[in-house]
Nanobody, 124 residues
Framework: LQLVESGGGLVQPGGSLTLSCAAS????????LGWFRQAPGKQREGVICISAGGYLTGYLDSIRGRFTASRDDAKNTVYLQMNTVKPEDQAVYYCAVTRARYRCSSRGSDFEYWGQGTQVTVSS
């Protein structure tokens, strides 16, 4: 069971970036899909989540109207679309999956499977 992230990199302030998280060894269907991030010196925080029923929940006021998440069950992949990126968005981003819940959670301890993390650097 593996989650492989891609799409991180350098983005200018105000730019856009899309992160992908592909699952192998299990289906994302009926799973709760979360995106988390951790900046240097800070605790990991929940960013956004898709419930098993497909409902989207954002956990940070700072990302509302800028970030969204989506899933493609045919590709077994979840995406994080980041728009109007700000310097404070710079962090390592992680996707996470739980098959033990139906509803979203912002707690990392509620998720069993994690991607390896992908660095997002915001700089001009």
């Amino acid at each position: 069971l593996q989650l492989v992230e891609s799409g991180g990199g350098l983005v200018q302030p105000g730019g856009s970036l899309t992160l992908s998280c592909a699952a192998s060894g299990f289906s994302l269907d009926s799973s709760v899909l979360g995106w988390f991030r951790q900046a240097p010196g800070k605790q990991r925080e929940g960013v956004i989540c898709i419930s098993a029923g497909g409902y989207l929940t954002g956990y940070l006021d700072s990302i509302r109207g800028r970030f969204t998440a989506s899933r493609d069950d045919a590709k077994n992949t979840v995406y994080l679309q980041m728009n109007t990126v700000k310097p404070e968005d710079q962090a390592v981003y992680y996707c996470a999956v739980t098959r033990a819940r139906y509803r979203c959670s912002s707690r990392g301890s509620d998720f069993e499977y994690w991607g390896q993390g992908t660095q997002v650097t915001v700089s001009s």
